[in-house]
């Protein structure tokens, strides 16, 4: 089968906003995540919000990350460099491996948005227990960027020369 003739794999996704002040009715960041990754073909396993507490996050996505049933999860907020910010102190000491490459090309092309603000931006991605992790600005702007620019296409089994689908055994083997 070509690469052309390749199948779209869905993944199912769990959507964690980081966030003091934000409710179901105002989330937009983590709203953008679930409409972008429906409208892909992904399903959604859960969508949650949590205060900016270090050990909340951990506690909510190491849950996800045993959960053989979560392929990706992708966090929005609480990756700034003020306050209560702490996503990436919460969430990288349960990474087994890092992408490096994620966070440097986010910061890339969120440059040719926000400028020089973008060395804020603390955006990182890594895999642990076989479970794909996006950490993402909570802004709507930064969640737009990183899902159409790089998770989507990554996401997308369909794209070549590679992707992340092609390294979950678990969504191969169905």
């Not at 709203?31 to 992904?42: C, K, N, Q, T, W």
């Not at 909340?56 to 990350?65: G, L």
């Not at 966090?75 to 460099?81: K, S, Y």
Request: glycine content about 8%; hydrophobic content about 40%; overall charge neutral.
């Amino acid at each position: 089968m070509s690469s052309s003739q390749r199948e779209f794999i869905p993944a199912r996704i769990a959507v964690l906003t980081i966030s003091d002040t934000r409710t179901e009715a105002d989330d937009r960041s983590g709203e953008a995540i679930v409409s972008r990754l429906v409208r892909a073909g992904h399903a959604l396993h859960e969508k949650l919000i949590v205060p900016d507490d270090i050990y909340r996050i951990r506690a909510r996505v190491s849950t996800w990350i045993a959960d053989p049933s979560v392929q990706v999860i992708i966090t929005t907020g609480g990756t700034g460099i003020s306050g209560r910010d702490g996503s990436p102190e919460a969430i990288t000491p349960l990474l087994d491996k890092a992408l490096d490459g994620f966070g440097e090309m986010f910061r890339v092309l969120s440059y040719e948005d926000i400028g020089t603000s973008t060395l804020q931006s603390r955006a990182l991605a890594g895999v642990a227990n076989g479970t794909y992790l996006f950490i993402l600005p909570g802004s709507i702007g930064a969640v737009k960027l990183a899902w159409e620019k790089l998770i989507t296409h990554q996401l997308d089994y369909r794209t070549r020369p590679c992707n992340l689908i092609e390294m979950m055994p678990r969504l191969l083997e169905r």
